[in-house]
């Protein structure tokens, strides 16, 4: 059961109980040290601002996935027991038996996007770099960068479709480098 990328999981929790296995996560992580096994906790949700009556807003926090927190972890044994008997962690969502599936990339980029964060991707790219694109209705062309802006986190890269070069706008994060 050893995995030497992080990916991400997700695992399953009592309802309304995510921070504190958040928090009890970050608590024995640290003082177990497995900072570099496990990675990042997030639990997918968004404030909503509800306005009562009165005209008085209180903000609340909307659960997307009540029950549920993502961690993004080298899966191994060690790793594995760490989450797996830390208090108020049910289980691992997805599990077949004793393995668990890691929750794809693409859902967890649509899931930070609607929680407002930007994935944070480190560009090693410069225009003229030939790519692939990994994600998207374009996945599996190839193509030249033609221009990259930093503000945006976007791409526009020349993928050759029926016989002529088009080009495209892409999100960092759906193309790698050739």
Do not use: C
């Not at 970050?26 to 509800?50: A, G, N």
């Amino acid at each position: 059961m050893s995995k030497k990328e992080p990916e991400w999981y997700a695992i399953h929790t009592y309802s309304g109980r995510e921070n504190k296995v958040k928090s009890n996560l970050e608590q024995r992580i640290k003082t177990i040290d497995m900072e570099e096994k496990i990675i990042d906790i997030l639990i997918p949700s968004k404030d909503e601002v509800k306005v009562k009556d009165e005209g008085e807003k209180k903000v609340s926090e909307e659960r997307f996935f009540p029950g549920y927190v993502l961690i993004k972890m080298i899966m191994d044994d060690e790793s594995w027991y760490v989450v797996r008997n830390t208090p108020g962690v049910i289980g691992f969502a997805g599990a077949s038996g004793t393995k668990p599936v890691p929750v794809s990339d693409p859902e967890v980029r649509t899931i930070k996007n609607e929680m407002g964060l930007q994935s944070q991707v480190d560009i090693d790219l410069e225009v003229g770099d030939e790519v692939r694109v990994v994600d998207g209705p374009f996945e599996d062309f190839a193509g030249e960068i033609q221009e990259i802006n930093l503000d945006k986190s976007k791409l526009t890269v020349l993928v050759s479709m029926f016989g002529r070069q088009t080009p495209v706008e892409l999100d960092f994060d759906q193309v790698e480098d050739i």
